[in-house]
């Protein structure tokens, strides 16, 4: 079958690899159906490594996915708790927790001491034709929602416990620096639990007319001004008391930090390309903020199923292009570039 490896940075390559064999107790097979590219990918992409995690041998990328279920072993029971079945059409978490250790236990398997990946070194992801994945990271998808959809409920698992641990206010202000797919979602959920206004930041035109689109009420153009100014204008130079940060991090954290009000609450969702993170103490500590590390998600795929499905969240308005399995290098590669007014970039693999 077909997969597409990562060598090294902008080494991607597609390979003959073997077929996964037949699902052991609590696995299941699937045909992969749609893939989605996100910045994690990029950084891996461009860099061969993403934080700390070096690329150090071909890896497969891809952790935004759905698929159908063509195989299955013993006791596959999803995440729901029901019996899984050939046929069904699956949405899948990436998270691979161990499910024992102390943080698990306590609710939080994104906090797992054990903690692994699809799509991160050195557990290969979904960009190939056939896999195998356990059975309690399967969400089975309602008929009304596309592979792309299925595939775009992971990113909207993440935007939704960044809104979780942000602690939104009704008829409150928020800001949310970065209007890509992430942020959008930030910024819809955000409209969806009553906060407002909502105030978006980016340094693209295009990602800042689909803020409007998801919920913005003033978009912020960073290449028109500096942002802190900005934000600091529309709040009568209060600030704002939450902010979240979907960027790439880098300034965007001091940024961040700065258009706060006092006692605020900052959101860091981004992954900074350097692995650093920049702010001024004194006016961190001085604000008395509280600044907290968004980390993946916790089992968000049922009420992520349950927006998109009433149309609450309309996923498939984020996707702005598509490509066949043997062109992953190039998506990913228009992706990193920011090309062609690029939002989602989507790869398809079975439709059906």
């Known amino acids: 079958m077909k997969a597409a490896r990562l060598y090294g940075p902008r080494d991607m390559r597609i390979d003959d690899v073997p077929e996964p064999g037949a699902p052991q107790a609590g696995e299941v097979l699937i045909r992969v159906g749609s893939v989605g590219v996100c910045g994690s990918d990029l950084h891996t992409y461009e860099d061969g490594r993403i934080g700390d995690t070096v690329v150090r041998d071909p890896l497969v990328l891809g952790h935004e996915f759905a698929g159908t279920v063509v195989a299955v072993g013993p006791d596959a029971i999803d995440g729901r708790g029901a019996p899984l079945v050939v046929g069904q059409r699956v949405a899948v978490e990436p998270g691979l927790p161990c499910h024992h250790c102390d943080r698990c236990e306590h609710g939080h398997p994104n906090l797992c001491r054990h903690l692994g990946f699809m ?147 900052v959101v860091l969702v981004g992954i900074p390309g350097d692995d650093s993170a920049y702010f001024k103490h004194s006016t961190a500590r001085r604000k008395g903020l509280s600044l907290i590390m968004s980390r993946r998600m916790k089992h968000t795929y049922p009420r992520a199923i349950r927006l998109a499905e009433s149309g609450a969240v309309t996923l498939d308005r984020l996707v702005t292009h598509r490509f066949p399995l043997e062109q992953a290098n190039e998506a990913h590669a228009l992706n990193a570039a920011y090309q062609d007014g690029v939002i989602k970039v989507m790869i398809a693999l079975d439709q059906a």
């Open 119 to 265: 799509g991160l070194w050195p557990q290969d992801g979904a960009l190939q034709e056939r896999m195998i994945v356990p059975a309690r990271n399967c969400f089975p998808m309602p008929d009304s929602l596309s592979m792309d959809e299925g595939a775009l409920l992971e990113p909207l698992g993440v935007a939704l416990h960044a809104i979780d641990l942000a602690k939104l206010r009704v008829a409150e202000p928020v800001a949310v620096l970065g209007c890509g797919p992430i942020g959008l979602m930030i910024m819809r959920l955000a409209k969806l639990a009553g906060a407002g206004p909502i105030y978006a930041v980016d340094q693209f035109g295009w990602r800042l007319d689909a803020a409007r689109e998801w919920g913005a009420d003033e978009v912020i153009d960073m290449t028109a001004g500096d942002p802190i100014d900005a934000v600091h204008a529309l709040t009568d130079g209060c600030g704002v008391p939450r902010v979240i940060e979907a960027a790439w991090a880098g300034d965007a954290v001091r940024q961040a930090v700065e258009m706060t009000d006092l006692g605020a609450r």
